[in-house]
């Protein structure tokens, strides 16, 4: 999680394998509480469920394009749907960013061969730090 001034907020624990980002959030942060209160919280369609099950009208999700049928044969989204996402891309951008800004420690981009358990957390939330703290000394 980050702001729109791409500082990290939050960064959720490593998984091994492949996981789908919003069962890692279900984990992470349990939808039973109420996390998201009095914040704007905008993510992708990886996070579909996530207004529903987090019970929150601070969830902005990008509309879906509707599914193709003989009913509807070319389906496509509406003007005001597309200037929505449009709209809510150009500011999930900033996370986007904040999360290359991490990468450029390559420790992040190659392969992690270091055994030692719970160390993959910490390599991140140190890159995470190292990129905030880039962020308010321009040097």
Same mark, same amino acid.
């Given at each position: !999680?980050?702001?729109?001034?791409?500082?990290?907020l939050?960064?959720?624990?490593?998984?091994? $394998?492949?996981?789908?980002?919003?069962?890692?959030?279900?984990?992470?942060?349990?939808?039973d509480?109420?996390?998201?209160?009095?914040v704007?919280?905008?993510?992708?369609? $990886?996070?579909?469920? !996530?207004?529903k099950?987090?019970?929150?009208?601070?969830v902005?999700?990008?509309?879906?394009?509707? /599914?193709?049928?003989?009913?509807?044969p070319?389906?496509? %989204?509406t003007?005001?749907q597309? =200037?929505?996402?449009? =709209?809510?891309?150009?500011?999930?951008?900033?996370?986007?960013?904040?999360?290359?800004? !991490?990468?450029?420690?390559?420790?992040l981009?190659?392969?992690?061969r270091?055994?030692?358990? $719970?160390?993959?957390?910490?390599?991140?939330?140190? /890159? =995470?730090?190292?990129?905030?703290?880039? %962020?308010?000394?321009?040097?």
């Amino acid at each position: !999680m980050s702001t729109l001034s791409k500082y990290i907020l939050f960064v959720g624990r490593t998984f091994t $394998g492949h996981n789908h980002d919003y069962t890692m959030l279900k984990q992470e942060l349990p939808p039973d509480k109420s996390w998201f209160d009095g914040v704007q919280v905008l993510v992708d369609l $990886g996070y579909l469920g !996530m207004p529903k099950d987090y019970n929150s009208d601070n969830v902005h999700l990008p509309f879906k394009k509707p /599914c193709k049928s003989k009913k509807n044969p070319n389906p496509q %989204l509406t003007d005001d749907q597309k =200037a929505v996402n449009r =709209a809510l891309s150009q500011l999930r951008i900033y996370v986007e960013n904040a999360i290359g800004g !991490m990468k450029r420690y390559n420790i992040l981009v190659h392969r992690f061969r270091n055994h030692k358990h $719970g160390f993959e957390d910490d390599v991140i939330g140190i /890159c =995470a730090g190292l990129w905030n703290f880039s %962020l308010t000394n321009n040097y």
